[in-house]
């Protein structure tokens, strides 16, 4: 397991990251699987967090989605995606208030979670009722703090959040598709505060 990395880190790789079109990417049939459940969502405004090089917004935008921002906390991937594609795109992190302030009604994070100490900051931050669409590893990385072997293993950490409709899995990722539970209603699970 890896350790929660600064943004220098990402703005070391970004240029890496993605060098050929989102289709012929190893990510495409997450991708594609992600878009499935954007489809599913009335009228989306897609509040994307950890957008990176913007790979996900060129794909959307040639899908037609409009009402998109997309937030990461790396510059140097913001620049590579603001040459993608005419979506909005702002430095912010995960982590932070300012994301949440836009009025959206889908949340996509896509390798995001999984590399964050406390997963749970940014659930904590999304209205009500929004709809969620998160990607989760199967894999070990240097960079990810968890990643799970099982569906159930997703479900059992993220139901007293979310009220999950669907995990799928894909290749090497699993993507959770639901809605957010009232702010009320929501409970990290048992075993948190033993941590």
Known sequence: MGTQQKPAYYDHIAPAYDRERYQDSPYFPLMAQVMLFVKK????????????????????YDEGFRDYRGYDFSEKSLE????????IFLL???EGDSPYQWDYNLAVFMEVLEHLENDFAPLEKLKNGTKVIITLPKFDDPGHIRFFKKARQIKRRYHGYIDIEKVV????????????KPQGQRELPFWWNRL
């Open 41 to 60: 969502t009335s009228s989306p405004k897609i509040l994307e967090i950890g957008c990176g090089t913007g790979m996900f917004a060129h794909f959307l």
């Open 80 to 87: 590579i995606a603001r040459k993608k594609a005419p979506q």
């Open 92 to 94: 912010a992190s995960a």
């Open 169 to 180: 899995p894909i290749n090497t990722w699993f993507v959770l598709y639901g809605t957010m």
